[in-house]
């Protein structure tokens, strides 16, 4: 492992500062950077603990929640906020990694945890265009059993592993980061960047930015809600698929719809051709396989993903 510095933010102003020194990197809960360091995939040469920022759970003004960068999987699962107004996430942030895993990991590092394409974390014998731009990838012609059908590029079909994100995706969360310029707030559908040719740039974070908080607003679908994962093993597995769905019906049709993929996508992915399907319909099994078919028209299957 290479050396470095550790240091502790006192607050999202001190996270910034010393972010923005050469070599940094932000530490959450550590559950996937260690891990990175150790295989030598990562190599920051100072860290920025930020799990002293604010993990405070507080409805909002509007009605929604706000929840610090900072505060526990496990903790935003449990809390009695969450599990009253957006139980959907409660149930995706339960159904990822096992319960020591989600006492340690933050939002934050949630969000910005990377891709588990084995290529990725095989620094020493894989080629990895995310690792190195322009090296090639060896997901290509090999075991693709976890990785994209959507929105994926020539340069990597690498997928988001969080579960938590694609409730929040499914919810309209709001990501709220400081940056050099001030703070700023970017709908999660937008904060994750298609691959394209640099899959190495993964967000729309500038350099140095840090999330401190999420914003749920108010959420009319909360109430008819799923969360499906379809995985190798009962547990402490990543998704194959999973959906976050929730719906809202009046007289019979659906008025409103949310509809979010994981582990298909290189980000949690918005359904939005499937939700324009649905909305107006009955709710009747003939309406959701065409929404299905209306999402999946533009998939690009992999030899290796079977479900
Ligand atoms: C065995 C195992 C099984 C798992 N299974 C699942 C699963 O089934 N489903 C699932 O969803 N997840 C799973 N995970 C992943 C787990 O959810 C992530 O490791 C965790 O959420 C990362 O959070 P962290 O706080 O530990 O992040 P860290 O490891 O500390 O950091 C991750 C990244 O986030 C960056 N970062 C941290 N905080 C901030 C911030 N405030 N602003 C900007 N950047 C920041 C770091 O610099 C780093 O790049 C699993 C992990 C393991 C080890
Ligand atoms: S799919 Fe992406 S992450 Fe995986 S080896 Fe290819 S470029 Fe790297």
Redesign the pocket.
Known sequence: MTPFDYSRAASAAD?LRLAGQSGA???????????LMRKGV?RPTRLVD?TG?SREIAETPEGGVTIG??AR?SAVAAHPLIRAHYPMLSRAIL????AQ??N???V???????TRCAYFADAAGSRCNKREPGSGCDALGGFTRYHAILGASEACVATH?????VALAALDAQVK?LGAEGERTVPIVEFYRAPDDRPDIETV?TPG????ALELPPSSVAARFAYRKV?DRAS????LVSVAAGVELRNGRIEAVRIALGGVAPRPWRAFKAEAALRGEAPTAEAFAAAAEAELAGAAPLPGKRV
């Open positions: 996270a990197m932000l530490l959450g809960g550590g559950t996937n950077l260690v891990d990562e930020v920022l960068a900072a999987n159904a990822g990694a096992s895993i989600r340690m990991a933050t934050g590092g949630n969000l910005m945890q990377r592993p969080s579960d938590m994100c980061v974070l930015e840090t999330i401190v995985r402490y597995a990543f998704a």
